[in-house]
């Protein structure tokens, strides 16, 4: 069965540092979702992208994010200087068609710690 | 402020019993709900959805009810099983948006 997967599984930084998570959609997806769940608390949206640009992003995804997609296959997630209120898991999701046609697949998550 | 919410942190059944979990939102403009079921340590899984035009949907032992007069959203589960055990959140998608605005969980125990 076809899945998201994300790398690392955790990553360690130092604040103020740049961090790259990366992730592999599913596929034939064709949108593709960052989310991020603070321990103990609720999965939040960061932003969705579709034709190479960003569709909708929240007031979380501010100047120190930023998403590509770099080939045919990866999706990243830049954190351009971390902080330390930036450490919680984060999702990589993608859908098939748009989010309100098809169910959104999440990966495993990334487990960011900033020191 | 949050959109999206669930009524009771924990939920404690014992096997074989049924299971309502329920969830409240607040935006009339949310056209598309959505049941995930979270494990320790992976992301979330989708288990039902249902959009603002049904009021009741049906999977393999799970059911989901809508009811938009009072922004209500219930998440039922039949004979409820150790593997059920998880965290369960309701979200929604505003209509035509993308980001799925999610609640803030109920973990469901289940003991045998």
């Known amino acids: 069965e076809p899945e998201v997967t994300q790398t690392p599984s955790h990553q360690v930084t130092q604040m103020g540092q740049e961090v790259i998570l990366r992730c592999v959609p599913i596929?034939?997806?064709?949108?593709f979702y960052w989310y991020r769940q603070i321990l103990g608390q609720k999965v939040e949206f960061l932003v969705s992208?579709?034709?190479?640009?960003?569709?909708?992003k929240s007031e979380i995804f501010d100047d120190q994010f930023s998403v590509e997609r770099p080939d045919g296959s990866n999706f990243t997630l830049k954190i351009r200087s971390t902080k330390l209120e930036d450490s919680a898991m984060y999702f990589c999701?993608?859908?098939?068609?748009?989010?309100?046609?098809?169910?959104?697949?999440f990966g495993p998550g990334t487990r960011l710690t900033v020191l | 402020g949050e959109s999206v919410g669930l009524h009771l942190p924990t939920l404690s059944v014992q096997e074989g019993d049924n299971s309502i979990i329920n969830c409240a939102y607040s935006?009339?403009?949310?056209?598309?709900f959505i049941w995930y079921k979270q494990e320790s340590g992976k992301g979330p899984q989708f288990i039902i959805d249902?959009?603002?035009?049904?009021d009741k949907r049906q999977g393999q032992r799970v059911t989901v009810l809508l009811n938009k007069t009072v922004k209500h959203l219930s998440l039922q589960i039949a004979a409820t099983q150790p593997g059920d055990s998880a965290v369960y959140f309701c979200?929604?998608?505003?209509?035509?948006?993308?980001?799925?605005?999610f609640g803030k969980g109920t973990t469901l125990s289940v003991s045998s």
């Open positions: 999701a993608s859908s098939e068609n748009q989010p309100q046609r098809s169910e959104q697949f």
């Open positions: 596929s034939n997806h064709l949108y």
């Open positions: 992208f579709y034709n190479n640009e960003i569709s909708e």
């Open positions: 935006n009339s403009a949310s056209d598309y």
């Open positions: 249902i959009r603002s035009n049904m």
């Open positions: 979200a929604e998608i505003v209509q035509a948006g993308t980001a799925l605005i």
